[in-house]
């Protein structure tokens, strides 16, 4: 590839849309406040903290009276509000409008320009498409292969033999090591590790030794990870995340972990060697998984939850050990309650207490 052409010029700058263009924009039904329909919306804000030149947005009924004493200068809301003196932009979904609007009013960044980086050092082998993005101080190595239009920030190190889809991106200072794969539009934010050692060691003559771990790691099409994941190689075969995943900020893959299709991952989760989980599985923060669970699809693991045995699909969990969910709730009710009762069993202990000895003085 030739080296990085000139750089575009760019803007911070705030989008400015007024109420109506807003509503035609998100296809919304305009209702009440016809008199504000002009005015400049440029930006997305919280009900409390909404001002007159910003939208707000309603998901839950419980905001209403906060709704009112709000000084946004329109809402957006999936049903009418009566008696509401703002602009309404009445919408099917209030989650995907505001997805919209916050993508239309998002600040104007400068766009990742295509070619090479002169500091960037790329083997002669490596076989670098078109559209192709590649930063400062990008090190890629012998038999890399990055798909068209994508994106790898400053600082990346990709390994040998390594490939990387079509309009993916690589946020600065990843680290992918050698023999990964990752597909199209994946997405891996600042400093994560692809493919590193997993921890795998056996005890041999009075030292740890370490297992190699020869396999890969397969990312499939547009998986999110965030920032200060570690996704580790397997012993052997694949550690695999699948298609449309999205994995949160500082989250441990280990070695030969499968993760299905579409799941969830929220931040401090860490997944052991070789456990499985099925399509549209959810992780709360906090949660472990221990070593070859299985977790079944469409399962549900609340947040700080430990879990040391198999979950059947579409089952809710809590607790550590984690247990279901109704029952961990119940748990919690009684754990709650357990001041009060030690209190009453102190009294009537006492109570009791009292009535031997008056049955004793009687003999």
């Not at 890629?140 to 292969?145: L, M, N």
């Not at 397997?234 to 900020?249: E, L, P, R, S, V």
């Not at 050990?321 to 029952?327: F, H, N, Q």
Request: with cysteine; proline share 2%; charged share 20%.
């Amino acid at each position: 590839m030739t080296a990085r052409r000139s750089q575009a010029r760019y803007s911070l700058t705030a989008m400015e849309l007024t109420v109506a263009q807003l509503a035609e924009r998100l296809d919304a039904e305009l209702a009440g406040g016809a008199d504000d329909t002009d005015r400049q919306i440029t930006a997305v804000c919280p009900i409390e903290a909404a001002g007159e030149n910003e939208v707000t947005f309603m998901t839950d009924d419980k905001y209403k009276a906060a709704l009112e004493k709000s000084r946004a200068g329109a809402v957006i809301v999936s049903a009418h509000i009566e008696g509401l003196d703002k602009p309404q932009l009445i919408v099917k979904n209030v989650n995907s409008a505001l997805i919209e609007t916050l993508s239309a009013f998002a600040p104007q960044l400068r766009a990742a320009t295509e070619g090479v980086d002169p500091t960037a050092r790329i083997a002669d082998s490596a076989r670098i498409a078109e559209g192709v993005s590649i930063g400062p101080y990008v090190v890629i190595d012998e038999g890399v292969e990055i798909g068209q239009n994508s994106i790898i920030a400053a600082g990346c190190k990709i390994g040998e033999n390594s490939k990387i889809g079509a309009n993916s991106r690589i946020d600065s200072n990843v680290v992918i090591y050698h023999n990964c794969r990752l597909g199209k539009h994946v997405i891996v934010q600042a400093n994560s590790t692809i493919g590193s050692t997993g921890f795998g060691y056996s005890f041999i003559d009075g030292a740890h030794q370490l297992i190699p771990h020869n396999g890969g790691v397969v990312i499939e099409d547009f998986v999110h990870i965030g920032s200060n994941c570690c996704v580790d190689r397997a012993k052997f075969a694949n550690t695999i995340i699948g298609a449309g995943t999205k994995i949160d900020n500082l989250v441990q893959v280990a070695h030969n972990v499968v993760i299905g299709k579409c799941c969830l991952i929220a931040a401090l989760s860490g997944l052991s060697g070789s456990c499985k989980l099925g399509d549209g599985v959810v992780l709360a923060g906090q949660v472990g998984v221990g070593n070859n669970i299985k977790i079944g699809d469409g399962a549900m693991v609340a947040a700080q939850a430990g879990v040391i045995g198999d979950v059947p699909a579409g089952q809710k969990m809590a607790w550590t050990p984690a247990i279901k969910a109704r029952d961990a709730f119940r748990l919690v009710t009684l754990t709650m309650r357990l001041p009060k009762m030690a209190e009453q069993l102190k009294k009537l202990t006492k109570r009791t207490e009292e009535l031997e000895a008056a049955e004793d003085d009687k003999k």
